[in-house]
């Protein structure tokens, strides 16, 4: 046991047996052993996560303004706060949105709803999203989003300068994300990705990130602020936005059911179709369920696959064995099935490594009832010198500093998906909390497994057709947070089209080039891949 577990261990058998004042005079000298200190911010930014974890440990107090958050920042501290959680655990409190739901009349939905009744929405919606076997009925469906990503990426290539980049290619992908998860959940493709995006597209989009950004300043500022400034009616505004697309396309999937009912047609479909069919939500929780699922499809998505693109971009070698793993399991650009990913486990690595370097939730959140906790994490809060035990207490889970932690991940800055691989040399031990990207538990993401299919489908399929540049001298990005972890700045990639290789990916042999385009930048990648596939064989 690490002397700092040994230490809270001490106050919180302590504190157990009610030894108040003894565990004051151990709580007093904060510096050495609870290293619980205040400082000015509420919920950490990523690389200030790691700097405060650096400078208290790896629990520490913020305060802002009226709330008071204990962070902890260690795999076996967030260990203790999730395996604790009660059966209806609670992220946060979001009064902002439960306003504005109050306001329109609206039902609460999953992240506002707490209790029995969350638990009641969270199990209507669970089925199709998160059994495997349901999830891969949407694999043509996916498939079919990715193909038209593909296009999009080709003209937007042959349309640059020099015929190879794309710029900003997380605006990209987030067209992507949008269009995957709603035609997963709409049952009806968008277009999002054709040259004329279609206005509720860009409509929600531009809501989608005016309601993340103004979020965090809404909460902060106080309530007469309301009239004045002009932040509170923007968030209100985002939210019309929001709700508004996606009840048209859910009105619009309603009357195509009536239809078919009138004309005794059988009603068959996929998401949206089991939730007004199945009866057990309102239309109003259906019409707050489809908006919040979207609004946590598309960022989450589309940014953990710029960070991959960008990584696997900069590390010719994984991105190598990555497309020889694709390219063994599906040989002449097959389109990946389900069942092909269990044989694709670099693929699973490169996604994982860039979700721990990259956690696009980079802190979460649980609010623990008074004595629903027990243990040194629950009851050190109690105890922070504050006269009176807190009737609840509000965790940040700091997850990026947990899997930034070179104790946890050797080379925590370097790209290395080899480290998830089984019985490769590269893997290490680490803590099965250090890297917990979708969270652990009954409220861990509920969109999990379709996001990590459209990854898998997008990413294979890239790969499968372009080999991937960083631009030349391009200076690195680093993240930043806007409620989610996303680039500081926009992601420019170049995109060389791969030469078609045969079947056995140890005996590589250039068979067919099927450039059906001529551009100046393609010959020379051709040809320098050609040479380096012949030195192999
Ligand atoms: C890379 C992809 C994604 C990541 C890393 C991610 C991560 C997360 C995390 C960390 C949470 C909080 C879990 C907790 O509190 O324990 C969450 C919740 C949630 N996610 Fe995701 N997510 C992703 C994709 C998606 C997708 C595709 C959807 C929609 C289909 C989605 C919908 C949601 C919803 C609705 C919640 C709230 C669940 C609840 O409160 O019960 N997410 N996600």
């Given at each position: 046991m690490s002397l700092w577990n040994a230490t809270l261990a001490r106050i919180s058998s302590t504190l157990l047996s009610r030894d108040w004042t003894l565990a004051r005079r151990m709580l007093g000298s904060g510096a050495r052993c609870a290293r619980l200190r205040k400082s000015n911010i509420f919920y950490s930014l990523p690389p200030t996560q790691?700097?405060?974890?650096?400078?208290?440990?790896?629990?520490?107090?913020?305060?802002?303004?009226?709330?008071?958050?204990?962070?902890?920042?260690?795999?076996e501290l967030i260990s203790q706060v999730i395996r604790q959680e009660g059966r209806y655990p609670v992220r946060t409190e979001l009064p902002h949105w439960?306003?504005?739901?109050?306001?329109?009349?609206?039902?609460?939905?999953?992240?506002v709803d707490t209790g029995p009744q969350w638990h009641r929405i969270r199990s209507v919606l669970n089925p199709k999203m998160l059994k495997l076997a349901e999830v891969s009925a949407y694999a043509p469906v996916i498939h079919q989003v990715v193909g038209d990503l593909l296009q999009r990426i080709e003209s937007l290539r042959l349309r640059s300068q020099d015929h190879t980049t794309v710029p900003d290619l997380t605006a990209e992908l987030y067209k992507f994300g949008f269009e995957g998860i709603s035609s997963i959940l709409f049952e009806t493709r968008l277009g999002c990705l054709q040259e004329e995006i279609p206005k509720d597209t860009l409509k929600f989009i531009a809501a989608a990130n005016n309601m993340l950004t103004l979020s965090e300043t809404v909460l902060f500022l106080p309530l007469w602020t309301r009239n004045v400034l002009p932040f509170w009616k923007r968030f209100v505004q985002a939210w019309d936005d929001l709700v508004a697309v996606a009840q048209r396309l859910i009105d619009h999937k309603l009357a195509q059911m009536d239809a078919q009912v009138l004309a005794g047609k059988q009603v068959e479909g996929m998401y949206l179709t089991y939730l007004l069919s199945c009866d057990k939500l309102t239309l109003e929780e259906v019409y707050i369920s489809i908006t919040e699922l979207l609004l946590g499809g598309v960022d989450t998505t589309s940014n953990t696959l710029s960070w991959a693109l960008y990584q696997l971009a900069r590390d010719a070698a994984s991105q190598d064995r990555l497309y020889r793993e694709i390219m063994s399991v599906c040989p002449g650009r097959q389109q990946p099935?389900?069942?092909?990913?269990?044989?694709?486990?670099?693929?699973?690595?490169?996604?994982?490594?860039?979700?721990?370097?990259?956690?696009?939730?980079p802190g979460n959140g649980r609010l623990t009832v008074d004595n629903e906790v027990v243990g040194a994490v629950a009851l050190l809060?109690?105890?922070?010198?504050?006269?009176?035990?807190?009737?609840q207490t509000q965790f940040h889970l700091c997850h990026y500093a947990a899997s930034h932690d070179e104790g946890e991940f050797?080379?925590?800055?370097?790209?290395?998906?080899e480290r998830w691989l089984r019985g490769d040399p590269e893997s290490y031990q680490h803590h099965p909390y250090s890297s917990i990207p979708f969270g652990v538990g009954v409220r861990a993401c509920v969109g999990k497994r379709v996001a990590e299919l459209e990854m898998y489908f997008a990413l294979s399929r890239l790969m499968q057709h372009y080999e991937i540049q960083p631009e030349d001298g391009a200076p690195t990005t680093e993240p930043k947070t806007r409620t989610l972890l996303i680039p500081s700045k926009?992601?420019?990639?170049?995109?060389?089209?791969?030469?078609?290789?045969?079947?056995?990916?140890?005996?590589?042999?250039?068979?067919?080039?099927?450039?059906t385009f001529i551009c100046p930048a393609t010959p020379n990648a051709?040809?320098?891949?050609?040479?380096?596939?012949?030195?192999?064989?």
């Open positions: 790691v700097e405060h974890k650096k400078l208290y440990g790896p629990i520490w107090r913020s305060r802002f303004g009226p709330f008071d958050v204990v962070n902890v920042a260690s795999p439960k306003e504005y739901r109050d306001m329109r009349g609206q039902a609460y939905g999953l992240h099935r389900s069942e092909d990913l269990s044989r694709m486990p670099y693929l699973k690595a490169v996604i994982k490594e860039t979700l721990r370097m990259y956690p696009v939730v809060p109690v105890c922070l010198l504050l006269p009176i035990p807190l009737p050797v080379d925590a800055e370097c790209f290395r998906p926009p992601i420019n990639l170049r995109f060389l089209p791969r030469v078609i290789l045969t079947r056995n990916p140890n005996r590589l042999r250039a068979c067919v080039i099927v450039h051709i040809t320098t891949r050609r040479l380096k596939y012949k030195n192999k064989l």
